[in-house]
């Protein structure tokens, strides 16, 4: 049976993800470091990077919240609403970024949300231990992501950098958590469609 009041506060969360600015109880990674000088050039390439990594973790937050609806166990449902508060983290550290580089978000946040919200609850409705490898093999491509970020980033912006490794720790214990809880290991077929599906956005989100 479905908990309403759930719906309603994943409903809230959504519309604060798209149109609130993002809250951390963290200090944004790197916050001490200076902001040392890019060229037009690096500095265009770093925050269409962050706009990347922004889109992915509306992404995330919709992926987490879709899972959560549908998951059946309460201890579950509490860790996927976890990852789900830590990537409102990210999304904030992410914003600050794109700031501080004279960026912009993705204007395809909105569809990005509502589809990662679907397959979120697909993924639910599976039952418990598909919807934790779901979340497993998500955040392990979301780790390699941001290794290739990493490589990516200009050498001089050491504050981007210190928000992708501290994102890379988090996903990194999320994927731990869902493979401690019981995730399986999801059929090659579906990891190589999400591999495809992450492929699509973060290149359109590099430039839309």
Same mark, same amino acid.
């Not at 500095?43 to 269409?48: D, E, I, M």
């Not at 890379?168 to 999320?174: A, K, N, T």
């Given at each position: 049976m479905l908990d309403l009041d759930r719906i309603i506060m994943h409903f809230d969360q959504?519309? !604060?993800?798209?149109?609130?600015?993002?809250?951390?109880?963290?200090?944004?990674?790197?916050?001490?470091?200076?902001? #040392?000088p890019l060229s037009e050039e690096e !500095? #265009?390439?770093?925050?269409?990077l962050m706009r990347v990594n922004h889109a992915g973790e509306v992404c995330a937050q919709a992926l987490y919240q879709g899972q959560a609806m549908t998951a059946r166990e309460p201890r579950i449902q509490t860790a996927l609403e976890q990852a789900a508060w830590e990537e409102t983290e990210h999304l904030a550290w992410c914003e600050r970024r794109i700031e501080a580089l004279g960026g912009r978000k993705s204007a395809l946040n909105p569809l990005w949300y509502g589809a990662s919200l679907a397959v979120? /609850?697909?993924?639910?409705?599976?039952?418990?231990?598909?919807?934790?490898?779901?979340? /497993?093999?998500?955040?392990?491509?979301?780790? !390699? #992501?941001?290794?290739?970020h990493l490589a990516r980033l200009p050498r001089e912006d050491a504050k981007s950098q210190a928000v992708l490794q501290q994102m890379?720790?988090?996903?990194?214990? #999320?994927a731990d958590t869902a493979r401690s809880l019981g995730g399986a290991d999801l059929p090659l077929p579906v990891k190589l469609v999400m591999k495809l599906t992450s492929k699509v956005m973060t290149k359109t989100a590099f430039w839309v």
């Open positions: 959504g519309l !604060r993800t798209l149109f609130a600015p993002a809250r951390t109880l963290r200090g944004v990674p790197g916050d001490e470091l200076p902001e #040392h !500095r #265009h390439l770093a925050g269409a979120g /609850a697909a993924a639910g409705a599976l039952g418990d231990k598909w919807n934790l490898g779901f979340l /497993a093999e998500t955040e392990r491509q979301v780790e !390699r #992501h941001l290794d290739r890379r720790l988090d996903e990194r214990g #999320h």
